[in-house]
């Protein structure tokens, strides 16, 4: 699961691949999905009460492909997307604003429960990532 949820992670969050002058990141459908799998994906990993559904992450990983090849993005643009150093940073600082903003506490691993109990009980893309154990 982590490998997908990193390759998931990696493949959506880079630079300098442009088709018709645009960049990955600047696909929001994409971007948006890579950004709700990096949140559950902390989720899961903070929480001893939360697990990952594989199967929806590996749905939503293919799909998200599928619709960066559509719009023209070749497979080595996703990889050098996935690859960029600043683009992860850029996806986890973003991670680590919405997380407080939410009332997350990086040290009290309870703060990330009650958030996928939240997103899961609102069946949003990041809830339907995580299930409660």
Same mark, same amino acid.
């Given at each position: ?29 994409? !971007?948006?999905?890579?950004? !709700? ?70 040290? !009290? ?25």
């Amino acid at each position: 699961m982590r490998h997908l949820i990193l390759t998931i992670s990696l493949f959506a969050v880079s630079t300098g691949m442009a088709v018709a002058q645009q960049n990955l990141r600047d696909v929001k459908s994409i !971007d948006n999905a890579v950004f !709700d799998v990096a949140i559950a994906d902390k989720i899961r990993k903070e929480c001893p009460e939360i697990s990952a559904r594989v199967v929806k992450a590996l749905m939503l990983y293919r799909q998200v492909r599928a619709e960066a090849r559509s719009l023209g993005f070749s497979d080595a643009q996703i990889k050098e997307y996935g690859d960029s150093d600043t683009e992860k940073e850029r996806m986890r600082a973003k991670g680590e604003a919405y997380l407080r903003a939410n009332g997350v506490v990086a040290s !009290d691993p309870q703060s990330y429960c009650a958030l996928g109990r939240k997103e899961i009980q609102k069946s949003s893309r990041i809830g339907s990532l995580l299930r409660e154990k």
